[in-house]
């Protein structure tokens, strides 16, 4: 399969990238770099020391699938390049992982949001206009995130509202001859309601909205990934191919933070309650669950939601795992939330369709949390305590 990975220098992408080629993939990648210069702009840094933006590309270069790489920010470069780009290299499918993808980022000022959503949903418009002109058979995995449905106080599906009614209740219709019967949901088949909480997030549901009329109105075929919130490192033999690990609080999601806050001796910070719930899985369940979605692709007009998460704990669930796995005392310190959210909430996902495509989780959270923390020590003294404090308020 061909396939093009949009943000391939990424948390994910590089070795979602490393992953596929070695699958027998080809692979074309697209990034700009912008990642890495977001971190440094907040005096952060990855704390594995990740090779630079060049040698990168030439590690890949050694692999014959590898067709080679551009940089380009899809959002704000002229659409007609990404369909030059498609046109040149025709692939079977599309991974787009090229978002800006930070929720407190995008709260930081009217320059971050503005700039979150114009990359975020003018990338996939142009994507998918492109997409349409010159490779409308392929597949578009998009990353979408979990956040997009915020914490309502139901259930929630996989993206589309089920025939089942939500919390099991059926509608029923009266008939005087037959008597009363079962029917589907009247809600049944429509988007899910969205309530985001930042900008970020926000951006995400308007791509859902743009790709899921894309579908309808062009025949694309789309798999929207919802993912629960990633954490830890891949595994390589060489230091030079390990992805990037970002603590800060805009890039660093709660167990890398509290990971790195264990090994600087520093309190877990926990903000508001921690009673917050969401889903979360290993970086290597990530990587295996957007290969089977790749690799098992929708029909023709297809839109396709999978929910993306291994198990749901809350803050202070991490928190304490994180704590109980570092062989240090380390203390944890609940802070004003800056955030504004549903500190107490029902949350109940579904997401058995990666099940049963084939996923299976590699090992317990628990124990993926000890080998982070051991693959991490060498580095700990690379850790910059004073970006790790929240500094943006959301409210």
Same mark, same amino acid.
């Given at each position: !399969?061909?396939?093009m990975v949009l943000g391939y220098d990424g948390y994910i992408g590089f070795p979602l990238t490393q992953h596929l080629l070695k699958r027998g993939h080809e692979v074309f990648g697209v990034d700009n770099g912008s990642r890495r #210069?977001?971190?440094k702009d907040l005096e952060s840094n990855s704390l594995t020391p990740i090779a630079d933006f060049y040698l990168r590309k030439s590690r890949l270069a050694s692999n014959k699938n590898w067709l080679g790489a551009t940089s380009v920010n899809i959002g704000i470069a002229?659409?007609?390049? *990404?369909k030059h780009i498609l046109q040149k290299i025709k692939p079977d499918a599309i991974v787009h992982l090229a978002e800006q993808p930070s929720a407190p980022w995008s709260m930081k000022s009217p320059f971050n949001a503005s700039i979150t959503q114009q990359e975020n949903v003018l990338g996939t418009l142009h994507l998918l206009w492109a997409m349409k002109d010159e490779c409308p058979e392929a597949h578009l995995v998009k990353l979408g995130t979990m956040g997009e449905y915020g914490t309502p106080e139901c259930d929630i599906p996989e993206g589309i509202v089920p025939e089942k009614c939500l919390a099991g209740i059926d509608y029923k219709l009266s008939n005087t001859q037959s008597g009363t019967e079962e029917v589907k949901c009247p809600l049944s088949g429509l988007l899910f309601p969205r309530s985001p909480g930042s900008f970020y997030h926000l951006s995400k549901v308007h791509d859902t909205h743009?790709?899921?009329f894309a579908c309808n109105n062009w025949g694309l075929r789309s798999t929207d990934i919802m993912q629960g919130v990633v954490f830890g490192l891949n595994e390589c033999k060489n230091e030079l191919d390990l992805t990037r690990f970002d603590y800060d609080e805009c890039f660093g999601t709660a167990i890398n933070r509290f990971c790195a806050q264990a090994l600087a001796d520093i309190? *877990? %910070?926990v903000y508001g309650s921690g009673n917050q719930t969401r889903g979360f899985l290993p970086l290597k369940d990530s990587i295996q669950c957007l %290969?089977?979605?790749l690799e098992k692709p929708p029909e023709l007009g297809e839109y396709r939601t999978l929910n993306q998460f291994e198990s749901i704990y809350s803050i202070n669930d991490l928190a304490d795992m994180v704590a109980k796995s570092c062989e240090l005392t380390?203390?944890? #310190?609940? *802070?004003?939330?800056? $955030?504004k959210e549903a500190e107490k909430h029902y949350y109940n996902p579904d997401h058995d369709k990666l099940f049963k495509m084939g996923y299976k989780p590699t090992t317990d959270i628990e124990g993926e949390i000890i080998k982070l923390l051991c693959a991490l020590r060498p580095y700990k003294d690379l850790i910059k305590k004073h970006v790790i !404090?929240? $500094?943006?308020?959301?409210?």
């Open positions: !399969m061909k396939v #210069q977001r971190v002229n659409p007609v390049y *990404l743009n790709i899921h309190p *877990l %910070t %290969t089977i979605a380390v203390s944890i #310190q609940h *802070l004003d939330n800056p $955030r !404090m929240p $500094r943006i308020n959301w409210r």
